[in-house]
Nanobody
Framework: QVHLVESGGGVVQAGGSLRLSCTAS????????MGWFRQTPGKEREFVAY????????YYEDSVKGRFTISRDNAKKTVFLQMTSMKPEDTAIYYC???????????????????????WGQGTQVTVSS
């Protein structure tokens, strides 16, 4: 059973934009912190952004601040990642993640770390050409 499904990946030129979506089939979606991570071959999966359950709090990795925006629609059980001014170094597989266990409540620092999430999507490829 797939709980998180990402979409919206593709190929874009440097300077362009893409909008990723992640739709959840989780009953308590509206109470969960959601995150986006990305991974390139041979590297660890790295944090990109998170948003708290209500959308009132967001946090970004430094290299995407001012370019990426995370948002959510709890009625549609969907979290978004709007990416603008994209760079070739943004090329990666992007993963949606959910904190269904309240891990971030144990340690808020975990919200920007892989250990703060217990459920993951299958990923969507984003390629930025120069």
């Amino acid at each position: 059973q797939v709980h998180l499904v990402e979409s919206g990946g593709g190929v874009v030129q440097a300077g362009g934009s893409l909008r990723l979506s992640c739709t959840a089939s989780l009953r308590s979606f509206g109470s969960m912190t959601m995150g986006w991570f990305r991974q390139t071959p041979g590297k660890e999966r790295e944090f990109v952004a998170y948003i708290n359950y209500s959308g009132s709090t967001t946090y970004y990795e430094d290299s995407v601040k001012g370019r990426f925006t995370i948002s959510r629609d709890n009625a549609k059980k969907t979290v978004f990642l709007q990416m603008t001014s994209m760079k070739p170094e943004d090329t990666a597989i992007y993963y949606c993640a959910a904190d269904t266990l309240g891990l971030g409540g144990l340690n808020t620092a975990w919200r920007s770390e892989r250990r703060g999430y217990d459920m993951w999507g299958q990923g969507t490829q984003v390629t930025v050409s120069s």
